[in-house]
């Protein structure tokens, strides 16, 4: 694709400079030890039959997972942030997932067959195996 065209899908190209890590390894020790702590404190909270303090450990742990899910991409590495390829990446992710809600309005059933497409630092399409793919067009 020329340059114009990667502009007008609001795309550009330049150098892959960056931001840095959005989380580092002293970050990463740390939550890993508070998710330690946290299963802990879960454990004794359900031995206790506390119901509150055992959601509110839910919570936090669920704000972490989430957290997580956007500081790290493949294999555990750190998301570079304000790099080209990421913002590349969120865009293209955010386009696809504009796309198949557009799709689920008009034919449900093609938007759950599509749930083989996975969004993220790569982009695939892979059907279930044994599920019947053919398309009469």
């Known amino acids: 694709m020329s340059r114009r065209e990667l502009a007008d899908l609001g795309l550009t190209v330049g150098d892959s400079g960056d931001l840095g890590s959005l ?13 330690d702590r946290l299963v802990e404190d879960l454990e004794e909270a359900l031995t206790r039959g506390d119901d509150a303090a055992a959601e509110a450990v839910r919570s936090e742990r669920d704000a972490i997972a989430k957290y997580l899910a956007g500081a790290i991409g ?10 080209t390829a990421e913002r590349a990446r969120v865009k ?12 689920a309005e008009q034919h449900p059933r093609l938007r759950t067959h599509l749930n083989a497409v ?6 695939s399409y892979r059907p ?3 599920e019947d793919s053919s398309w009469i067009t």
């Not at 989380?23 to 998710?35: F, G, Y």
């Not at 293209?92 to 799709?103: H, S």
């Not at 996975?118 to 982009?123: A, K, L, S």
């Open 128 to 130: 279930s195996p044994g």
């Open 118 to 123: 996975t969004r993220g630092e790569f982009c």
């Open 92 to 103: 293209v992710t955010r386009l696809i997932g504009r796309a198949l809600n557009q799709i």
């Open 23 to 35: 989380i580092d390894p002293q970050a990463k020790a740390e939550i890993k030890d508070r998710l």
């Open 74 to 83: 493949l294999r555990g590495r750190g998301r570079r942030t304000g790099s």
